[in-house]
T-cell receptor
Protein backbone atom coordinates (compact mmCIF):
# COMPACT_ATOMS: atom_id res chain seq x y z
CA UNK A 1 0.00 0.00 0.00
CA UNK A 2 1.91 3.02 -1.30
CA UNK A 3 -0.64 5.69 -0.22
CA UNK A 4 -0.07 8.94 -2.13
CA UNK A 5 2.90 9.15 -4.46
CA UNK A 6 4.16 12.26 -6.23
CA UNK A 7 6.59 12.50 -9.11
CA UNK A 8 9.06 14.06 -9.50
CA UNK A 9 10.51 14.87 -6.06
CA UNK A 10 12.73 17.70 -7.30
CA UNK A 11 12.72 19.83 -10.42
CA UNK A 12 14.44 22.94 -11.68
CA UNK A 13 12.75 24.87 -14.47
CA UNK A 14 13.69 27.90 -16.47
CA UNK A 15 11.21 30.77 -16.63
CA UNK A 16 8.66 30.09 -19.34
CA UNK A 17 9.08 26.32 -19.39
CA UNK A 18 6.17 24.02 -18.73
CA UNK A 19 5.91 20.84 -16.68
CA UNK A 20 3.44 18.39 -15.19
CA UNK A 21 3.45 17.00 -11.67
CA UNK A 22 1.84 13.62 -11.22
CA UNK A 23 -0.03 12.45 -8.13
CA UNK A 24 -1.21 8.87 -7.72
CA UNK A 25 -3.18 7.35 -4.85
CA UNK A 26 -4.11 3.73 -4.25
CA UNK A 27 -6.68 4.23 -1.48
CA UNK A 28 -9.71 4.67 -3.75
CA UNK A 29 -10.23 8.21 -2.45
CA UNK A 30 -12.73 10.45 -4.18
CA UNK A 31 -11.16 13.76 -3.21
CA UNK A 32 -7.74 14.90 -4.36
CA UNK A 33 -5.96 18.21 -3.82
CA UNK A 34 -2.90 20.16 -4.85
CA UNK A 35 -1.33 22.53 -2.31
CA UNK A 36 1.70 24.75 -2.38
CA UNK A 37 3.74 25.40 0.73
CA UNK A 38 5.72 28.58 1.14
CA UNK A 39 7.56 29.79 4.27
CA UNK A 40 5.20 31.44 6.74
CA UNK A 41 2.13 30.86 4.57
CA UNK A 42 1.08 27.36 5.45
CA UNK A 43 -0.58 25.14 2.88
CA UNK A 44 -2.55 26.96 0.22
CA UNK A 45 -4.99 25.11 -2.01
CA UNK A 46 -4.30 25.43 -5.74
CA UNK A 47 -6.93 23.14 -7.28
CA UNK A 48 -8.97 20.21 -6.09
CA UNK A 49 -11.14 17.41 -7.43
CA UNK A 50 -14.17 15.77 -5.83
CA UNK A 51 -14.24 12.86 -8.26
CA UNK A 52 -13.03 11.45 -11.54
CA UNK A 53 -13.52 13.95 -14.36
CA UNK A 54 -14.10 16.93 -12.04
CA UNK A 55 -11.79 19.77 -11.07
CA UNK A 56 -12.25 23.11 -9.33
CA UNK A 57 -10.21 26.14 -8.39
CA UNK A 58 -8.82 26.63 -4.95
CA UNK A 59 -7.30 29.64 -3.25
CA UNK A 60 -4.34 30.25 -5.62
CA UNK A 61 -5.16 28.73 -9.05
CA UNK A 62 -3.57 31.27 -11.40
CA UNK A 63 -0.81 29.83 -13.60
CA UNK A 64 -1.81 26.23 -12.94
CA UNK A 65 -4.08 23.70 -14.61
CA UNK A 66 -5.20 20.26 -13.46
CA UNK A 67 -6.80 17.12 -14.82
CA UNK A 68 -8.40 14.06 -13.21
CA UNK A 69 -8.95 11.63 -16.04
CA UNK A 70 -8.61 8.61 -13.76
CA UNK A 71 -9.81 8.38 -10.17
CA UNK A 72 -6.37 7.46 -8.88
CA UNK A 73 -4.43 10.21 -10.66
CA UNK A 74 -4.42 14.00 -10.32
CA UNK A 75 -2.10 16.00 -12.56
CA UNK A 76 -0.90 19.55 -11.93
CA UNK A 77 0.40 21.50 -14.90
CA UNK A 78 2.43 24.68 -15.02
CA UNK A 79 1.85 26.31 -18.40
CA UNK A 80 4.63 28.91 -18.32
CA UNK A 81 6.70 28.72 -15.15
CA UNK A 82 7.52 31.90 -13.23
CA UNK A 83 9.94 32.44 -10.33
CA UNK A 84 6.89 33.10 -8.08
CA UNK A 85 5.97 29.46 -8.56
CA UNK A 86 9.10 28.31 -6.77
CA UNK A 87 7.64 26.32 -3.91
CA UNK A 88 7.09 22.90 -2.41
CA UNK A 89 4.02 21.24 -3.88
CA UNK A 90 1.99 18.65 -2.01
CA UNK A 91 -0.72 16.42 -3.33
CA UNK A 92 -3.28 14.99 -0.93
CA UNK A 93 -6.31 12.74 -1.02
CA UNK A 94 -9.24 11.95 1.26
CA UNK A 95 -12.58 10.18 1.38
CA UNK A 96 -15.63 12.10 0.23
CA UNK A 97 -18.52 13.77 2.04
CA UNK A 98 -17.63 12.94 5.66
CA UNK A 99 -14.67 15.01 6.74
CA UNK A 100 -11.71 12.80 7.41
CA UNK A 101 -7.95 12.77 7.42
CA UNK A 102 -6.11 13.93 4.31
CA UNK A 103 -3.16 11.80 3.24
CA UNK A 104 -0.27 13.70 1.73
CA UNK A 105 2.33 12.79 -0.83
CA UNK A 106 6.01 13.32 -0.07
CA UNK A 107 6.14 16.67 -1.86
CA UNK A 108 7.83 18.10 -4.93
CA UNK A 109 10.39 20.86 -4.54
CA UNK A 110 10.21 23.07 -7.61
CA UNK A 111 12.65 25.85 -8.35
CA UNK A 112 12.04 28.25 -11.22
CA UNK A 113 15.10 30.23 -12.29
CA UNK B 1 -14.54 31.93 2.83
CA UNK B 2 -13.05 30.34 5.90
CA UNK B 3 -10.11 32.05 7.59
CA UNK B 4 -7.90 30.15 10.04
CA UNK B 5 -5.41 32.01 12.20
CA UNK B 6 -2.71 30.17 14.13
CA UNK B 7 -0.49 31.37 16.95
CA UNK B 8 2.32 31.46 17.80
CA UNK B 9 4.37 31.11 14.64
CA UNK B 10 7.34 29.81 16.62
CA UNK B 11 7.50 28.20 20.04
CA UNK B 12 10.49 27.03 22.07
CA UNK B 13 10.03 24.92 25.19
CA UNK B 14 12.30 22.95 27.47
CA UNK B 15 12.05 19.20 27.27
CA UNK B 16 9.38 18.00 29.68
CA UNK B 17 7.41 21.25 29.59
CA UNK B 18 4.03 21.66 27.93
CA UNK B 19 3.33 23.36 24.60
CA UNK B 20 0.09 25.00 23.54
CA UNK B 21 -0.80 26.11 20.02
CA UNK B 22 -3.98 28.07 19.38
CA UNK B 23 -6.14 28.52 16.30
CA UNK B 24 -9.25 30.52 15.51
CA UNK B 25 -11.64 30.05 12.61
CA UNK B 26 -14.28 32.30 11.10
CA UNK B 27 -16.97 30.06 9.58
CA UNK B 28 -19.43 28.64 12.08
CA UNK B 29 -20.25 25.85 9.59
CA UNK B 30 -16.83 24.27 10.10
CA UNK B 31 -17.30 20.87 11.68
CA UNK B 32 -13.95 19.07 11.59
CA UNK B 33 -10.63 20.27 12.98
CA UNK B 34 -7.51 18.21 12.25
CA UNK B 35 -3.96 18.86 13.40
CA UNK B 36 -1.00 17.88 11.27
CA UNK B 37 2.65 17.48 12.19
CA UNK B 38 5.33 18.07 9.59
CA UNK B 39 8.88 17.07 10.37
CA UNK B 40 11.67 18.73 8.44
CA UNK B 41 11.62 17.65 4.82
CA UNK B 42 8.69 15.30 5.35
CA UNK B 43 5.01 15.30 4.46
CA UNK B 44 2.31 16.57 6.87
CA UNK B 45 0.73 13.75 8.85
CA UNK B 46 -2.38 13.77 11.00
CA UNK B 47 -1.72 13.56 14.74
CA UNK B 48 -5.16 14.24 16.17
CA UNK B 49 -8.53 15.58 15.10
CA UNK B 50 -11.78 16.69 16.68
CA UNK B 51 -15.32 17.06 15.41
CA UNK B 52 -17.69 19.87 16.25
CA UNK B 53 -19.86 17.72 18.52
CA UNK B 54 -16.95 17.09 20.88
CA UNK B 55 -15.28 19.56 23.23
CA UNK B 56 -12.05 17.73 23.99
CA UNK B 57 -10.10 14.74 22.76
CA UNK B 58 -6.93 13.21 24.15
CA UNK B 59 -4.40 10.75 22.79
CA UNK B 60 -1.55 10.01 25.19
CA UNK B 61 0.49 13.24 25.48
CA UNK B 62 -1.57 15.13 22.92
CA UNK B 63 -4.95 16.76 23.47
CA UNK B 64 -7.15 19.08 21.48
CA UNK B 65 -9.88 21.34 22.82
CA UNK B 66 -12.64 23.04 20.85
CA UNK B 67 -14.75 26.04 21.82
CA UNK B 68 -17.45 26.38 19.15
CA UNK B 69 -18.93 29.51 20.67
CA UNK B 70 -15.65 31.38 20.53
CA UNK B 71 -14.58 29.62 17.33
CA UNK B 72 -11.22 28.56 18.61
CA UNK B 73 -9.39 25.29 19.14
CA UNK B 74 -6.06 24.43 20.69
CA UNK B 75 -3.43 21.71 20.64
CA UNK B 76 -1.81 20.75 23.92
CA UNK B 77 1.36 18.66 24.10
CA UNK B 78 2.46 17.59 27.56
CA UNK B 79 5.84 16.25 28.66
CA UNK B 80 7.44 17.41 25.42
CA UNK B 81 10.28 15.40 23.92
CA UNK B 82 12.89 16.36 21.30
CA UNK B 83 11.05 14.27 18.71
CA UNK B 84 8.07 16.61 19.10
CA UNK B 85 10.13 19.28 17.33
CA UNK B 86 8.34 19.98 14.03
CA UNK B 87 5.93 22.35 12.34
CA UNK B 88 2.32 21.90 13.42
CA UNK B 89 -0.64 22.95 11.28
CA UNK B 90 -4.21 23.35 12.41
CA UNK B 91 -7.05 23.18 9.90
CA UNK B 92 -10.78 23.73 9.73
CA UNK B 93 -13.07 21.84 7.40
CA UNK B 94 -16.59 22.85 6.48
CA UNK B 95 -19.19 21.43 4.09
CA UNK B 96 -20.36 24.63 2.41
CA UNK B 97 -20.87 24.09 -1.30
CA UNK B 98 -21.54 20.38 -0.90
CA UNK B 99 -18.02 19.17 -0.21
CA UNK B 100 -15.62 19.33 2.69
CA UNK B 101 -13.31 22.29 2.14
CA UNK B 102 -10.19 22.36 4.33
CA UNK B 103 -8.41 25.59 5.24
CA UNK B 104 -5.02 25.41 6.95
CA UNK B 105 -3.42 27.73 9.44
CA UNK B 106 0.03 29.15 8.71
CA UNK B 107 1.86 26.73 10.99
CA UNK B 108 3.77 26.77 14.29
CA UNK B 109 7.39 25.75 14.43
CA UNK B 110 7.91 23.97 17.74
CA UNK B 111 11.41 23.52 19.08
CA UNK B 112 11.91 21.30 22.10
CA UNK B 113 15.22 22.06 23.79
CA UNK B 114 16.86 19.04 25.46
Amino acid sequence: NAGVTQTPKFRVLKTGQSMTLLCAQDMNHEYMYWYRQDPGMGLRLIHYSVGEGTTAKGEVPDGYNVSRLKKQNFLLGLESAAPSQTSVYFCASSYSQVATEAFFGQGTRLTVV
Amino acid sequence: GENVEQHPSTLSVQEGDSAVIKCTYSDSASNYFPWYKQELGKRPQLIIDIRSNVGEKKDQRIAVTLNKTAKHFSLHITETQPEDSAVYFCAASNPRGGYQKVTFGTGTKLQVIP
